[in-house]
């Protein structure tokens, strides 16, 4: 409540934006800000619509819950614990990995609320309230995801350190586009790195986990997406095309 | 005793077959446990202070903030006061505490008073490095002058380099170690599980009877995962003074830093041919770095054995963390000096280089008539002769495409290496050896060999690697491993199901020598009616399991490896003369090593091989500032990999001859690896008919090369 009371007292700059705001906005979305999207909160409160919501947290450990996999974890951790990190050493959750740690490579590709993110780089705190979706999630029992499954039978690994990164870009791309096209699969794992060299499988299981894919006779395959990609992410970055 | 052989390729129901990996579905789920996964109760995280100097000395250090922080268990001084650090990113303290966000306070919280000392971190400018260029003695093949002050000689001279590389591993280098009493149990990211066992001994003097390793899954090697490494003890103490385990994983900045990279080499050369191309003398000045050691010696010329050689080396030592060995040591550098001169070569003599190299075979030695074929070959795939046009005589317009090719070689026999294998009563078969699949597929190798040896389908062998209790595996380096794992788990096979004969064959009315294991059957020969099911068979067994060691290598039964692989590549490429961009738009690979046991993963290596090659020869390169001793680019946003964008059409072709069946088993990992660089390279001076010197062909060095070409 104290804090509600400072933020409604701040001074504001023409812009709308206050100094300290905007130093906040950046300090909670600055993952948000790494992956190439402003934090939302930080864009309405320039138009004073969230100022009064804005609470400070930290920076000893707060209580926070998250949805993982479908249920609810709650967790005490401190504001500046990352998604992979509340993921890996708070819920044992090991499949997405740290490798570059600031959104680099992909290694900690997650799904949240329906899009891929790197997890390195999304605070823990930031995913409150939003559905987040690991590789842990996606087989059934034994049985193999199409992804998956399409992964193993066309070698797209070696090491397999970059792999369930690879297999959660690869599933957010063909939920959101079941038919992609080269282009679309270019920029959606544009975003992820594999030191191995398993790109010539790697795009093959794609095109063959895409027929598999159960949406893929609700498809209109005459319907053409105007564009691949991740939204919280810039793809295609390693391009030097 | 049976007759140790490889089965007939007609014969073979897994051999040779497309198999996908058995650690596929534990990968692509999450569920592979890296050591950077390993959770032990009542873990502690480790974080380490690196020196910000490329060149000091330690005046003071003070821990004692540190140590008071909350949650921080241990701080363990690595190198204290009075040491002289020759490297950016050298280890001098490391700290214990409950998470990682403590022990990253706790090592800002260290105070550490350094002198800084003069430093040389840059090597190209050989006239810079003063004393500390250490030239080795010139070497001389038959008569050099002679050669070049021959009338008829037509020569070329020109300047080729390729910079330092880093490994770059995913999972970066580190350890969870896990202290019992006296006994030091050890979860490293490595190559070499049973290597390191002494390497901790030596280092904590303590008995090597007290060091466990155990690790399932790496996140790549690639040559620099075979040392416990300063962290590694460092690891081990802060688990002793704490009495608990301690992970500790090298952050990202450091593992591109201190924990690997493959030596440069920049090179002057000069060779001679008669006017019909016939390669008569080579001279090459070159140098290099590998660290505060010097550097490799790459062998010069590379393949082409010049009648006449004058050859000056000089390893530059200069203050950066130092060389290991990076897939195919040596020889990526050597191909490329060497396979880029030969190139220029052809232009200059008007000639199309596979021409020339083809004109020249026989100085490859025993390997030149496998060479020719596989030339032709890939020449085949790539349309080599319709699509080939004279330097830069192309299409017009600013995109420029062009072609090149190299040639490479290795060795790749198989290490020593033994195996125990047990048939259950219950018909599952273990197999147990200390090796560690780096993500080659040995695994899925040696459960094809089992498999395959005793009839059973590949879900009834179980495999227990990566555990320094089993037998000795050895460590994966040198393409080395498929070559020696398989053969020892060929043999132990084959003497577990002599064993298993001997025992059975009364019950079938016969003797063990008649009996044969055919798909998932025991039978006898040429009476199939007669036979058991490989459970009937096992069950046989009553309750007393069979044994059989294997070992390679096993003079008294035959060879199973040898050793000599090599192949050719060609790619096409892309430059945009404008923005001096380079596209690889096709890559052809021949390959030949031997004997295939799964040609799924073997393609995979040579895939992998040639896109890791893409990122070396477009991108790769640590850049180190003169003035600041430090590394510009330890990440991986400037350090850059190649991407899925950057891979271009790719065709492997495996030589799978009878003459390769014969070889026996030999290693993969590596030859790949050599000839993108050279290929890479011709291809772009032959699009754009300028000579770009160096690695990596970046946007910038292409113009700049135009531009002195005066093409730009």
């Not at chain 1, 400072?6 to 790494?34: N, P, Q, Y």
Request: hydrophobic letters at 40%.
């Amino acid at each position: 409540m104290a804090d509600k009371r400072k933020d409604k007292a701040e001074e504001t700059t023409k812009a709308g934006i206050s100094r300290r705001k905007f130093l906040k906005g950046v300090g909670v979305g600055g993952g948000m800000l790494g992956s190439g999207v402003l934090s939302g909160s930080l864009l309405q409160d320039g138009h004073g619509a969230q100022a009064a919501a804005t609470k400070v947290l930290g920076p000893g450990a707060v209580a926070i819950e998250l949805n993982v996999n479908g249920k609810r974890w709650p967790l005490t951790l401190e504001p500046r614990v990352t998604l992979l990190e509340a993921l890996r050493d708070h819920l044992e959750l090991t499949g997405a990995k740290k490798v570059c740690d600031r959104a680099s490579c992909g290694a900690c590709t997650v799904i949240l609320d329906g899009s891929p993110v790197y997890s390195c780089s999304v605070f823990a705190i930031e995913a409150q309230g939003k559905t987040i979706q690991t590789v842990e999630s996606l087989a059934d029992g034994d049985t193999l995801h199409p992804v998956q499954a399409a992964f193993v039978e066309n070698d797209a690994q070696q090491c397999g350190f970059c792999t369930p990164g690879f297999v959660m870009a690869t599933k957010a791309l063909l939920d959101k586009y079941p038919n992609p096209t080269a282009e679309q699969m270019r920029l959606a794992l544009g975003g992820n790195l594999c030191r191995c060299g398993t790109y010539v499988g790697i795009r093959q299981a794609v095109m063959q986990a895409a027929q598999n894919s159960p949406q893929n006779s609700h498809q209109n395959s005459k319907t053409r997406a105007p564009q691949a990609g991740r939204q919280s992410r810039a793809g295609g970055g390693h391009s030097n095309a | 005793m049976p007759d140790y052989n490889w089965p007939e390729p007609d014969s073979a129901a897994l051999v040779g077959k497309r198999i996908s990996r058995v650690d596929g579905p534990a990968k692509v789920t999450g569920t592979a446990k890296y050591t950077y996964d390993v959770t032990r109760p009542g873990m502690l995280y480790a974080k380490v202070l690196r020196s910000p100097y490329a060149h000091c000395r330690i005046v003071s250090i003070d821990v004692s903030a540190a140590e008071k922080l909350p949650g921080v268990e241990a701080v363990y001084v690595v190198q204290g006061a009075g040491t002289e650090i020759h490297w950016q990113g050298d280890d001098i303290a490391a700290v214990a505490a409950v998470d990682e966000q403590t022990a990253e306070d706790a090592v800002q919280n260290i105070k550490v008073q350094y002198k800084q000392l003069a430093h040389l971190v840059q090597e190209e400018d050989l006239s810079k490095a003063g004393d500390r260029a250490k030239p080795a003695a010139e070497q001389v093949v038959g008569n050099p002058d002679e050669a070049f002050a021959a009338a008829e000689a037509v020569t070329v001279e020109g300047y080729y380099g390729t910079s330092v590389v880093t490994h770059c591993c995913l999972e970066s280098h580190g350890f969870v170690a896990e202290w019992e009493g006296d006994t030091l149990t050890v979860y490293p990211s490595t190559q070499a599980v049973e290597r390191l066992t002494g390497q901790f001994a030596e280092a904590l003097k303590i008995p090597a009877t007290n060091v466990h390793t155990m690790m399932q899954y790496v996140g790549g090697g690639f040559g620099s995962k075979f040392a416990v490494d300063r962290w590694g003890i460092a690891a081990a103490h802060l688990a002793k003074q704490t009495g608990k385990p301690v992970k500790l994983m090298l952050e990202r900045a450091p593992e591109q830093m201190v924990a690997g990279n493959r030596p440069s080499v920049y090179a002057k050369v000069k060779i001679a041919a008669k006017p019909d191309g016939t390669l008569t003398a080579w001279e090459s000045d070159s140098w290099s770095t590998g660290g505060m050691g010097g550097g490799g010696s790459p062998p010069m010329p590379y393949i082409w054995n010049f009648p006449h050689q004058r050859k000056r080396h000089t390893a530059v030592s200069i203050n950066a963390g130092s060389a290991r060995a990076w897939r195919a040591p040596n020889h990526p550098q050597g191909c490329y000096v060497t396979m880029c001169s030969i190139e220029d070569l052809a232009a200059k003599l008007k000639m199309d280089p596979l021409d020339l190299v083809l004109k020249n075979i026989a100085l490859t030695g025993e390997r030149s008539e496998l060479y020719r074929q596989e030339l032709l070959k890939a020449a085949e795939l790539m349309e080599w002769k319709r699509r080939w046009h004279p330097r830069a005589q192309g299409s017009p317009g600013p995109v420029k495409q062009g072609l090149g090719l190299a040639l490479h070689t290795w060795a790749g026999r198989g290490h020593a290496a033994e195996c125990r294998i047990t048939i259950h009563p219950d018909g599952y078969v273990e197999v147990s050896t200390c090796t560690q699949d780096i993500g080659t597929g040995t695994r899925t190798v040696i459960a094809i060999v089992a498999a395959e040896t005793l009839g059973v389908p590949m879900e009834m062998v179980k495999l227990n690697i990566g555990d320094n209790h089993l037998p000795p595996g050895g460590s994966s380096g040198g393409s080395t491993t498929v070559g020696g794992v398989s053969s020892s788990t060929r043999r132990a096979a084959m003497d577990a199901r002599e064993q298993l004969f001997a025992r059975i064959a009364s019950g079938l009315g016969t003797t063990a020598e008649n009996l044969e294991t055919v798909n998932g059957t025991v039978r006898v020969k040429n009476d199939p009616s007669k036979g058991f099911t490989w459970k009937q068979a096992a069950a046989k067994l009553g309750v007393n399991p069979v044994s059989a060691m294997g070992k390679n290598p096993d003079e008294a039964k035959g060879a199973l490896t040898s050793s000599g692989v090599g192949g050719v590549q060609m790619a096409d490429v892309s430059v945009d003369t404008e923005t001096g961009v380079v596209r690889v738009n096709k890559m052809v690979a021949v390959q030949d090593c031997g004997l295939i046991v799964d040609m799924k993963t073997a393609e995979s290596q040579v895939y992998g091989a040639m896109i890791m090659g893409i990122g070396y020869t477009l991108f790769e390169e640590r850049v180190m500032d003169e003035i600041t001793g430090r590394m510009l680019n330890p990440n991986m946003e400037f350090y850059k990999l190649a991407g899925l964008a950057d891979t271009p059409e790719m065709v492997v072709h495996m030589w799978t001859d009878a003459e390769q069946q014969k070889r026996g088993v030999i290693g993969l990992g590596e030859p790949p690896t050599i000839s993108p660089g050279a290929a890479i390279a011709n291809a772009v001076a032959n699009a754009t008919g300028v000579r770009v010197p160096t690695l990596p062909l970046t946007p910038d060095k292409v113009l700049a090369a135009l531009e002195k070409g005066g093409l730009a």
